[in-house]
């Protein structure tokens, strides 16, 4: 079993930025990757970034250049940095954990005032 804490959202203005961290416990050696997704109100959950264990990243394109993920092993810790945020990247971010399943963190809201 892995589990994920999520830290981080909060309320900011369009322009501003967002650190999102997610620190998992319990079978960490278990996980090959960690990555984001989000849900925008009244819309479905989708994929935002990821990063390996071997540090390879893959960003959604709606974020890309803006977005950044990074993980410190030494504290099973993926963060992502978000910056030039815009009212429609308003949402709910859930972490999850890739590995013989996949893991989600509990979300939390990120809200971008215009």
């Known amino acids: 079993q892995v589990q994920l804490v999520e830290s981080g959202g909060g309320l900011v203005q369009a322009g501003g930025s967002l650190r999102l961290s997610c620190a998992a416990s319990?079978?960490?050696?278990?996980?090959?990757?960690m990555g984001w997704y989000r849900q925008p109100p009244g819309k479905q959950r989708e994929f935002i970034a990821l990063?390996?264990?071997?540090?390879?990243?893959n960003y959604a394109v709606s974020v890309k250049g803006r977005f950044t993920i990074s993980r410190d092993n030494t504290k099973n810790t993926v963060y992502l940095q978000m910056n030039s945020l815009k009212p429609e990247d308003t949402a709910v971010y859930y972490c999850?954990?890739?590995?013989?399943?996949?893991?989600w963190g509990q979300g939390t809201q990120v809200t971008i005032s215009s």
């Open positions: 990063v390996t264990n071997g540090g390879t990243t």
């Open positions: 999850y954990a890739n590995s013989i399943q996949r893991y």
């Open positions: 319990g079978s960490v050696f278990s996980i090959n990757a």
